[in-house]
């Protein structure tokens, strides 16, 4: 292997790999192109409707000849300063990155890590029906079968998918990992 | 390690990938250096390009990378408009930093399997 030919191959080489990573680029850019087309990614029109409710709570609490009813609200601490009713500090959210109003906060948070909750539900679901085949079929068990895995569904359907599995699972938990 | 140290004086001087030599007729040329053009094709046939792209982009996707540039393609598109955003302007978007940011681990092991490729063709 002569000195120059190593060198050709090097430069063929990552001339190849930028090739590969530009069709990559571009699988990637088609495909976010198509989820803004169809409106898929629901994140962007929440988008717009939160700024505009972060921008309706700045209003608000700029505007000074509000409703009595918010205006019982501004509460004198003891520097005598008060503070708006809805906290107008933006900042970045840490999980979907966008900037959100703090008074915004907790209802965006509810949506944003929300999105994730849907998935882990059929998770849960689909668990606890393995689980609730296990404790049909199983001679030892200490609940009633059929009332545990009713009232189990229903918990895993309305609650966080974290308390509903603890509670349905309970001492099942274990067994279930170890296998 | 030589191969990292070539590595970043072959980044620093690429920002665009220079575009393929147009196939030469030249047979000398042609026996020492193999085209782009030869070994682009020798790579689909044999199917290796195929499965270096997949283990790029699942590479890029375990480093999250791919999600960063999912990110700022949705930060774009909020910012110019769902409808009046084209591919194009996202690949424009997306390619002077995704270039930059591939972590140099993948980048090495790419090359090193397209490297093992080309040793294994060789003429």
């Given at each position: 292997m002569s000195g120059p030919n190593e060198d050709n191959n090097t430069q063929l080489s990552s001339h190849i790999f930028g090739d590969l990573l530009d069709s990559i680029i571009v699988d990637v850019a088609s495909e976010c192109h198509r989820i803004a087309k169809l409106g898929l990614d629901r994140n962007l029109e929440e988008e717009e409707e939160e700024m505009r409710l972060s921008a309706q709570a700045r209003a608000r609490v700029a505007d000074p000849s509000n409703s009595s009813e918010t205006n019982t609200k501004y509460v004198v601490d003891i520097f005598g300063q008060t503070h708006p009713s809805v906290a107008t500090e933006i900042f970045e959210c840490m999980n979907c990155g966008r900037s959100i109003a703090a008074g915004r906060?907790?209802?965006?948070?509810?949506?944003?890590?929300?999105?994730?909750?849907?998935?882990r539900l059929k998770v849960t679901r689909s668990s606890t029906a393995a689980q609730n085949r296990y404790l049909r079929g199983s001679p030892v068990s200490t609940y009633s079968p059929y009332s545990n895995s009713t009232s189990t569904n229903r918990l895993s359907n309305g609650t966080p998918s974290v308390a509903g599995e603890e509670y349905s699972n309970g001492t099942y938990e274990e067994p279930w990992n170890k296998t | 390690m030589s191969h990292s140290h070539k590595l970043?004086?072959?980044?620093?001087?690429?920002?665009?990938?220079?575009?393929?030599?147009?196939?030469?007729?030249?047979?000398?040329?042609?026996?020492?250096?193999?085209?782009?053009?030869?070994?682009?094709?020798?790579?689909?046939?044999?199917?290796?390009?195929?499965?270096?792209?997949?283990l790029l982009r699942e590479r890029?996707?375990?480093?999250?990378?791919?999600?960063?540039?999912?990110?700022?393609?949705?930060?774009?598109?909020?910012?110019?408009?769902?409808?009046?955003?084209?591919?194009?302007?996202?690949?424009?978007?997306?390619?002077?930093?995704?270039?930059?940011?591939?972590?140099?681990?993948?980048?090495?092991?790419?090359?090193?399997?397209?490297?093992?490729?080309?040793?294994?063709?060789?003429?």
């Open positions: 906060f907790a209802p965006h948070l509810e949506k944003c890590m929300g999105k994730g909750r849907k998935a | 970043v004086i072959k980044r620093s001087s690429m920002s665009r990938p220079p575009p393929p030599p147009p196939p030469t007729t030249n047979k000398d040329q042609q026996h020492q250096n193999p085209s782009f053009q030869e070994i682009n094709i020798k790579l689909i046939q044999s199917g290796e390009k195929e499965r270096l792209k997949e890029l996707l375990e480093c999250g990378w791919i999600d960063e540039m999912k990110a700022l393609c949705r930060a774009f598109t909020r910012k110019k408009g769902r409808n009046n955003v084209t591919v194009d302007d996202l690949v424009h978007v997306i390619s002077p930093k995704g270039r930059a940011s591939v972590p140099n681990s993948v980048k090495a092991e790419l090359l090193q399997r397209i490297r093992a490729f080309l040793a294994s063709t060789a003429d």
